[in-house]
Nanobody
Framework: QVQLVESGGGLVQPGGSLRLSCAAS????????ASWYRQAPGRNRELVAS???????EYSDSVKGRFTISRDNVKNTMYLQMNSLKPDDTAVYYC?????????????WGRGTQVTVSS
């Protein structure tokens, strides 16, 4: 089993920065697709950014140029550096991984961390 634990959320003023972390319990995490999603009250969960096993990065248009996803494969930890934060970035941020092994495929989600952007 793979477990994901997010940290780093909090309250920040507009224009500020936060760095989220997602710590994984298994090296499988670093060999597979991992993503950050977010869900604001009353809205659907949306993809924020992804990093593939080969290092390819993808971002939603709403965060491109402001957020940076990265992963430390030694620590089995993924990060989301969020700069120039806006009130619309307020949401619960979730870590996700799609684990593919020789015998199975499964999705793993963290429990989320709250990010609030407000003055």
């Amino acid at each position: 089993q793979v477990q994901l634990v997010e940290s780093g959320g909090g309250l920040v003023q507009p224009g500020g920065s936060l760095r989220l972390s997602c710590a994984a319990s298994s090296r499988l995490f670093s060999r597979n697709l991992a993503s950050w999603y977010r869900q604001a009250p009353g809205r659907n969960r949306e993809l924020v950014a992804s990093i593939r096993s080969g290092g390819e990065l993808e971002y939603s248009d709403s965060v491109k140029g402001r957020f940076t996803i990265s992963r430390d494969n030694v620590k089995n930890t993924m990060y989301l550096q969020m700069n120039s934060l806006k009130p619309d970035d307020t949401a619960v941020y979730y870590c996700y991984a799609k684990i593919v092994t020789s015998i199975e495929v499964f999705d793993v989600w963290g429990r989320g961390t709250q990010v609030t952007v407000s003055s």
